[in-house]
């Protein structure tokens, strides 16, 4: 029996971390898991050992708990050292004690890519080595070129967009190409301080779309010139291949697991400086260039699935258990 503690679902109401886990879940026998849900009526209990009520074979938290008691084994999936890059003060400090409680207790640590495995040696170092294995995310078969969407001159910015998400660059890259518009999905409404910065650099230009579901978002992949990407650090990059795998071209930074992710089907910029991000737009402008970043986008992103993703974490449990948890 695996046993999930269901605390992601507490923390976000869709999108992120929580679309791992429900590709995982929806696809595992349904009597081979259970997930409980414990009731958070303060923010600290997150932080606190989830409360085991009965015996489990494998503990696999959703975001970075452990068992009150240690029936079988641990499992922790780790995506991301976003904290202890950029966030400064307590809220670094808890995270990463949390985080680094999870690593400790567990037989194994599945990290969502081979960045995030060097993250976690430089900063918890390499006596975890030997329990990690890296298992990629995947993408959702949502996303797809729809024959017959008219290309708009818009480019889209997907995610949050604050510090070393690099937005600002994007707009001030876009800012004298007057043809161009700026699509911003997801990420919450724009602060007051975008919402100046936008009407002096994209008057008239730009506007936000909230939270789409994945068949709105894959419309817009269809109908933008490209997305652009210029984060300075990411776990994996989910949106990279959501995009991909929707025909449109990607523009983003060199940097973290970006390369893994994208390959060589993406404009990978050296940079996330304004006048680079400004000659890459200005690249998929050329019809032949955005064809061909579209079609090595459609094969790179067809390298990835979330069955991809649950068999080999499939084989991580089962190595734990020694046998089988399906019935093929």
């Known amino acids: 029996m695996i046993l999930y503690d269901g605390v992601i679902y507490k923390l976000q109401q869709s999108g992120g971390v929580s679309v791992l886990f429900n590709e995982l879940i929806q696809r595992l026998p349904p009597e081979s898991y259970r997930v409980e849900c414990e009731d958070l009526k303060y923010p600290w209990q997150r932080y606190m050992a989830f409360p085991v009520k009965a015996p489990y074979d494998i503990f696999h938290s959703t975001y970075y708990r452990v068992p009150s008691r240690k029936h079988g084994a641990v499992v922790a999936t780790v995506h991301d050292f976003t904290y202890e890059r950029y966030v400064k003060g307590p809220r670094r400090w808890v995270h990463t004690l949390q985080k680094l409680r999870s690593v400790a207790s567990a037989d194994r640590i599945i990290c969502v890519s081979e960045s995030t495995k060097r993250d976690l040696l430089e ?32 480019l889209l910015f997907v995610g949050a967009r604050g510090g070393y998400k690099n937005f600002s660059a994007v707009a001030a890259a876009i800012s004298p190409l007057r043809d161009l518009e700026l699509l911003c999905v997801g990420g919450g409404a724009f602060t007051r301080d975008e919402v100046e910065f936008l009407e002096r650099t994209l008057p ?8 789409l579901s994945n068949e709105a978002l894959n419309l817009e992949y269809n109908r933008s010139l490209a997305l652009v990407y210029p984060s300075l650090y990411e776990g994996f990059g989910i949106p990279v291949l959501e995009a991909m795998r929707a025909g449109c071209p990607v523009i983003a930074v060199r940097s973290s697991s970006i390369p893994e992710v994208a390959g060589e089907a993406a404009l990978l910029l050296d940079t996330g400086e304004v006048e680079d991000i400004r000659w890459a737009v200005e690249r998929v402008l050329d019809p032949v260039h955005w064809g061909e970043l579209s079609r090595k986008g459609q094969e790179q992103a067809s390298r990835f699935s979330w069955d991809v993703t649950y068999r080999n974490t499939l084989e991580v449990y089962e190595d734990i258990l020694g046998r089988s948890l399906t019935h093929d």
């Open 123 to 154: 900063f918890f170092g390499h006596q975890y080595e030997a329990r990690i294995v890296v298992v990629h995310n995947g993408v959702s078969e949502n996303y797809f070129p729809v024959a017959g969407t008219p290309r708009c001159a818009q």
């Open 204 to 211: 008239g230009r730009y506007r936000h779309a909230g939270f």
